[in-house]
């Protein structure tokens, strides 16, 4: 369990914008992800009948596109219990197996955090 107030201010924006973009888009979840410069990449789920990625996949992937070279961490807002496998190594293929991943209910409340 994380309490929410206790996360620093560029945390708790990611997981305003990882939020937005989930209302936004009307899609099953929204993820962002802040590089070691402090930019921060946003997106939601992609489902396409030859493209499916989960929103934490694109968020990274559009850092890597970007040209980030090292992830700060990652924030989730979803439905789910948890944040899966290939989730996690997304983010650890980039930012290392230390990296925080927040993951948030629709209420932008973060309940669990866990290392890449």
């Known amino acids: 369990m994380t309490d929410s107030n206790a996360l620093g201010a560029e945390d708790r924006k990611i997981v305003t ?10 899609v099953p979840e ?3 992800v802040r590089d070691s410069t402090g930019r921060t990449y946003v ?3 992609v489902e396409l009948a ?4 989960s929103a934490l996949r694109t ?9 980030a070279e090292s992830l700060e961490a ?13 989730d996690l190594a997304a983010v ?6 230390g990296t925080p991943v927040l993951l948030a209910g629709a209420d932008g409340e973060v309940w669990l955090t866990v290392p890449a």
């Not at 914008?17 to 009307?26: T, W």
């Not at 030859?50 to 990625?53: P, V």
């Not at 968020?59 to 040209?67: C, L, N, P, Q, R």
């Open 17 to 26: 914008l990882a939020r937005s973009a989930r209302a936004r888009n009307g």
């Open 30 to 32: 929204g993820a962002a």
């Open 43 to 45: 997106a939601g789920t």
């Open 50 to 53: 030859s493209l499916k990625l």
């Open 59 to 67: 968020a990274v992937a559009m850092a890597v596109a970007s040209g």
């Open 74 to 86: 990652a924030a989730v807002v979803s439905g789910a219990d948890g944040v899966s496998a290939e």
């Open 92 to 97: 650890r293929d980039l930012g290392g197996p």
